[in-house]
Structures are given as structure tokens and as C-alpha cells.
């Protein structure tokens, strides 16, 4: 076909005028043409053409700014290579401004379907499904740190200081949180198959192994390695693969599957309660093991993602990058001192309620109160984050944290119910705080740099949470025994955390009080 024949057209104005330069050509099926014409129609904004394989124009534009298409126009842009587009203008439309031709044939930018979020259908919600499993069998029992530690404390490891059994816990922090830097890069060229195998069977194997184990190093190498990094593997592939088939209800979709975490929480903290004391640690920790089997199955069968995956190299400009920038450095502070003070609670909970009278069996409770607590916390930020403000919800959030952890846990006077209403309290609101953590990135991160600052700013708060419960378990030594150095660590971190993330708010976002 000659090329002088088919129109090359410059639309300068459409419904949305700052559209026009950026706007994306989309192949529609022609309902008027037949099967055997050789044609193909493009799509421009809200204006639609229909062209015959000649160039010839055979259908009118459709919609409500469509001007009326005749065959003296699609002559007069054929036959009119210079013609000047400031006086081209349609005969029934002044939103359609000009059509200026051009030597060379159009290079529209096509967008497949492909390329759209299905944001909905049976695939995608079953990768919701297989990463609510996910956070069931990688967060549940991380939830449940402090029934672990208080098992290891007083039963499997009874030799060792309160800061031994706690660096294991720090270590299992640590790995899930750090390792983002490199097994998101991993997703990103290689996909989602086979880090999810290789993920569970570390999982499991690290269950499996720390049923047989008696001695510091071997849980610490079972338990605080191996299993981390398996859960941390399966964890960083199937969240990359919800980003893959949602977007516009991409921050339902990990709500849904953030609850998974506090239901495992509740189920794990129940299985090791009633087991532990009928069958043994052994088989408690293989009945879990097992459960967790169980659920990796059907992670493994459901979770995929829906585009191809490339190679790309590693560019650590791009690690480095946002250090650059105040706001990043203010929001990675705030965050950092968070993750120092939130998970020694986590870690010690037991053991400080039972040094404050909540006893015959009830204190190792407090988890499953803890994990229920967190299952409505980590939907409603998401739900009324939009109104409010992801900021103004974390400065809340963090605040109360740092409140009650110092008006309920520190002192030495208050009882079993002032620890049972502290538990609710900072399981809600230390939930919520981890649910707006991904939409605080959002705010100061460009799209294409979202996924590197995750990576980035969870790294910090996995070398804080490596520091704090260790800190935690020496200064209850340092105490004597007690809790009230231990609490006002945990809650003058988080007070502060508080103060600089209203700092980082007025940073990013400005003074005064608005929905962001």
C-alpha cells in the first residue's frame, strides 16, 4: 500500500485536552466491518476512527465530541500534506480541532489488553486466596513469637539469658524484612514458580527440623534462619503477584490477605496452648509444620502472576538513590525507631504478663488476644486511609502505641485486666500501623521507584527490629528481672517515631490538617 495514501492525523483537543500528547491508541473490533475487509480502527481519546487498508476513512467518529465524517475531509487530509492545523477544523465539531497529514504513516503506541488490570475475576481472587495462606503460615507464627520465647525460656532452653532466646526471634524479624532487597529482584526477572517451591520446602523443613532440636544453635539455625527464609521467599512473591492483577483495588486486595496473618496468629497461638501440654513441644512443633504443608499446597496451586518476566541487571543506583532526598531520610528515621520499640512487646508479652498476675494458663492467652485484636486492624486503616490520610492515620496509630505501652505495660501496680485491655489496644493499633506502612512508600516514591523504597525502608526497619528485641531481653536483665526498663524502651521509641513521622507529614505534605 502507498504510504502517501493512509492519513497520518495530530489530534489537538479532545474531551480532556492535556491528554492529547499522551494519550494511548487502543485496536478496537469493528462491529460494521466485515470479516474478509482488511481493516482496523484506532482509538484516541473519545474519539474513534474506522480506516480502511487503503487509508481511506469508512466510518464515522463515535461519541458525544465525534464530528460528522465525509469523504471531502478524508480527501482534504489525503491531498493536504502542509496544510496548516490552526485553520483545519471540523465541520460539525470544534472539540476534533485538526487533522494534519504527514509524510511518514502513523507509530500509534498500542496497549494490549494484556497490559489492563483485570482488578476482579476467578484468577486473580484466587491469588488473593493463595496469599491470605501466605501470610496465615509466615506472619501467624511470627505473631507468635512470644509463646515461642517463653517456651524456650523456661522449658527448652533454661540455661540461656532472656536476650538469647529474644535474638532468635530478631533474627526471623530480621531476614523477612531485609531480604526484601533481593527476593522482590528475584520475582521481578524470574516470576513467582519457583521461588514459591523452593520458599515452602525450606519453610516446612525448618518446622520439621526444630521439632528434633535441643540446643541454642540448632533453634537458632531451624527456627530463626531456615524457616525465615523460606517464609520470607514465598512472602516476597506472592505479594508481587497481587500487584500484578489488581490496581485500582489493589489495597483491598492486600487487606483481604493482611487478615490472614491475624487468623494464623490465632490458630497457631491455640494449637501450641492445648498441644504443647498433651503431646509435647516435639510433636506441637510438627503438627504445625504440618498445617503449614498444608496451606503451602495450596499457595503453590493458586498464586501466579499475570505477565512475563524479564532479566534485567541490578542497578544499585537505584538502592542509593533516595538517600538523597530529605523526605526519604525522615520517613526511614520514623520508621526505623518504630520497628525498634513495636516487636519488643510482641516478643515479651508473655513473660511481663505473668510477672503481672495474669496466671493459671491464661497469660500464654494474651497472643491469641494480641492476633484477634489485629485482624480488624489491619482492614479498617485501609478502608478510611482515603478520608482521613495514611499520614495523619500513622501518627495516630504510633502515638497511642507509645501511650499505652506506658500507661498500661509499664507500670508495676496495674493487674491482669489493665494488661488484657493493653493487649487489645496495642494489637489493634500496631496492626494498623503495618497496614500503612506500603501507603506511606507510595507517598514520597515515584510509580517505577515503589517497589526499590519498599525494599529500601523495610531493610531499615529489619536492622531495628534486629537491635530491639535483643536490647529488650538485657534490660530486663538489667532490671533485675523487671519490665519497667524494658517498657520505657519500647515506649519512648515509639514516641518518638511518632514526633518525626508528624515532622516527615509536614515535610512531604505541609502544615495543616488534610487527607493525605
Not at 252 to 267: L, N, P, R, S
Not at 378 to 401: H, Y
Not at 470 to 497: H, N, Q, T
Amino acid at each position: 500500500m502507498d504510504d502517501t495514501k493512509r492519513p497520518n492525523f495530530h489530534l489537538a483537543a479532545f474531551s480532556n485536552p492535556t491528554t492529547v500528547n499522551n494519550s494511548s491508541y487502543d485496536p478496537v473490533p469493528s462491529p460494521s466491518a466485515s470479516p474478509s475487509a482488511n481493516t482496523f480502527d484506532l482509538h484516541a481519546g473519545a474519539t474513534y476512527f474506522h480506516y480502511n487498508s487503503d487509508g481511506t476513512i469508512i466510518s464515522k467518529p463515535m461519541g458525544k465530541t465525534a464530528a460528522t465524517n465525509n469523504s471531502n475531509t478524508a480527501q482534504q487530509t489525503r491531498s493536504s500534506p502542509t496544510r496548516d492545523p490552526a485553520t483545519s477544523t471540523s465541520s460539525s465539531d470544534t472539540d476534533l480541532a485538526t487533522l494534519k497529514t504527514d509524510p511518514r504513516p502513523p507509530k500509534p503506541r498500542l496497549t494490549p489488553s494484556s497490559d489492563r488490570f483485570p482488578d476482579g475475576g476467578l484468577d486473580a481472587w484466587l491469588v488473593v486466596l493463595g496469599t491470605w495462606c501466605v501470610f496465615f503460615t509466615t506472619w501467624g507464627p511470627l505473631l507468635s513469637l512470644s509463646l515461642l520465647h517463653s517456651h524456650y525460656q523456661f522449658t527448652l532452653l533454661p540455661t540461656t539469658s532472656p536476650s538469647s532466646p529474644a535474638f532468635i526471634a530478631s533474627i526471623q524479624l530480621f531476614i523477612i524484612y531485609a531480604s526484601g532487597l533481593v527476593f522482590s529482584k528475584l520475582f521481578e526477572n524470574y516470576g513467582p514458580r519457583w521461588l514459591l517451591l523452593i520458599g515452602s520446602a525450606f519453610q516446612v523443613y525448618g518446622w520439621m527440623t526444630a521439632s528434633f532440636v535441643n540446643k541454642y544453635y540448632q533453634v537458632f539455625l531451624a527456627q530463626g534462619v531456615c524457616t525465615a527464609l523460606g517464609a520470607s521467599v514465598v512472602y516476597y512473591a506472592s505479594a508481587g503477584c497481587i500487584s500484578t492483577w489488581f490496581l485500582a483495588k489493589r489495597a483491598t486486595a492486600f487487606g483481604i490477605a493482611a487478615t490472614g496473618a491475624g487468623v494464623g496468629g490465632v490458630v497457631f497461638s491455640v494449637l501450641f496452648v492445648r498441644l504443647v501440654e498433651k503431646v509435647g513441644y516435639p510433636w506441637t512443633v510438627r503438627v504445625m509444620g504440618f498445617l503449614i504443608l498444608g496451606f503451602l499446597v495450596v499457595v503453590n496451586l493458586t498464586v501466579k502472576s499475570r505477565i512475563g518476566h524479564v532479566v534485567k541487571p541490578v542497578k544499585w543506583r537505584g538502592y542509593l538513590q533516595p538517600w538523597r532526598e530529605g523526605r526519604f531520610w525522615v520517613v526511614a528515621v520514623s520508621m526505623g525507631f518504630f520497628g525498634l520499640g513495636m516487636y519488643v512487646p510482641v516478643v515479651f508479652l508473655v513473660l511481663v504478663g505473668r510477672e503481672k498476675g495474669v496466671e493459671g494458663g491464661l497469660e500464654m492467652y494474651l497472643v491469641l488476644v494480641f492476633c484477634a485484636a489485629g485482624i480488624p486492624g489491619r482492614i479498617l486503616p485501609i478502608l478510611i486511609a482515603p478520608k482521613l490520610g495514611a499520614f495523619n492515620l500513622t501518627i495516630f496509630t504510633t502515638l497511642i502505641c507509645s501511650l499505652v505501652t506506658l500507661s498500661l505495660w509499664l507500670p508495676t501496680t496495674t493487674g491482669a485486666a489493665t494488661t488484657i485491655l493493653f493487649t487489645i489496644l496495642y494489637g489493634f493499633c500496631s496492626s494498623a500501623y503495618m497496614a500503612l506502612a506500603p501507603m506511606l512508600v507510595a507517598h514520597i516514591s515515584p510509580v517505577r521507584q515503589i517497589g526499590v523504597r519498599s525494599g529500601v525502608l523495610f531493610f531499615v526497619v529489619g536492622l531495628a527490629a534486629l537491635i530491639g528485641a535483643p536490647v529488650g531481653g538485657k534490660l530486663i536483665e538489667a532490671d533485675g528481672g523487671g519490665w519497667r526498663y524494658l517498657s520505657c524502651f519500647a515506649g519512648v521509641c515509639m514516641g518518638v517515631a511518632a514526633a518525626v513521622f508528624g515532622v516527615a507529614r509536614m515535610v512531604v505534605l505541609g502544615e495543616g490538617v488534610r487527607r493525605v
